[in-house]
């Protein structure tokens, strides 16, 4: 079992730009999870998804912020246009049925 | 309104001596999950431990045990037997409701480090 895999593992993009961070779940799980991860806000559930189905948004910070699953072993996070203030790790998670949530290694990301 | 409480930001613990970090949670639903992590400097969040609300004994994972009291809303993670590579931030986390279909909200973290 690999895993759950993120891509890429550091992203560096000027103000402005469209970042997208990927992430494949472990096979079978039928729950993802985005979360961020800042000093100051500590660990924030964007949205999550229940078998490719988005679930919860609430923690998405604004429209810029967009999350797809377009098939049970593929999600991506969007932000267009990026700002400074986006800067932090995102996490993806996996879970089966609430009972186990693995991590991906997360995604450095860097708005300048 | 706050769900997951830690209030140690930051503990200290001698080399072989057990610790104990202190979670609170707040909720109003008799099912629910309780979750602790571990993450490194290297910052992948590690799983350690898991405690469901109707588990009659406090779970346990080899160093790793928690110390579930329902009445109190707490579940303190107690690690024994302390080790230089215990030190890491720990996060305590809830799962409202059966497993299913539920996100997971985590506390503040708790930074331990091991002096040897």
């Known amino acids: 079992d690999a895993g759950v895999i993120q891509s890429p593992r550091h992203e560096v993009t000027e103000m402005g730009q469209e970042v997208t961070l990927r992430c494949k779940p472990i096979s079978g799980h039928n729950s993802l999870f985005w979360y961020r991860q800042t000093m100051m806000r500590g660990l924030e559930l964007l949205i999550y998804?229940?078998?490719?189905?988005?679930?919860?948004d609430s923690g998405m910070p604004e429209d810029r912020f967009s999350a797809k699953m377009p098939n049970a072993s593929f999600s991506t996070l969007k932000i267009q246009p990026s700002e400074p203030r986006d800067s932090a790790v995102y996490f993806c998670?996996?879970?089966?049925f609430g009972y186990g949530y693995t991590f991906g290694s997360g995604t450095r990301l860097t708005v300048v | 309104a706050q769900k997951i409480t830690q209030t140690q930001p930051g503990m200290f613990v001698q080399e072989k001596e057990a610790v104990t970090l202190d979670c609170t949670y707040d909720t109003s639903d008799p099912s629910y999950g309780l979750f602790w992590y571990k993450q490194p400097s290297s910052g992948e969040m590690i799983f350690l431990i898991y405690q469901g609300s109707y588990d009659q004994q406090n779970a346990t994972e080899g160093r790793y045990s928690l110390n579930f009291q329902k009445a109190r809303k707490s579940a303190n993670l107690v690690i024994s037997a302390s080790q230089l590579g215990d030190s890491a931030m720990y996060f305590c986390a809830m799962r409202e409701g059966p497993g299913g279909y539920n996100k997971l909200i985590f506390g503040a973290g708790t930074r331990l480090a091991v002096h040897p």
């Open positions: 998670a996996s879970s089966l």
């Open positions: 998804f229940n078998n490719n189905v988005p679930i919860d």
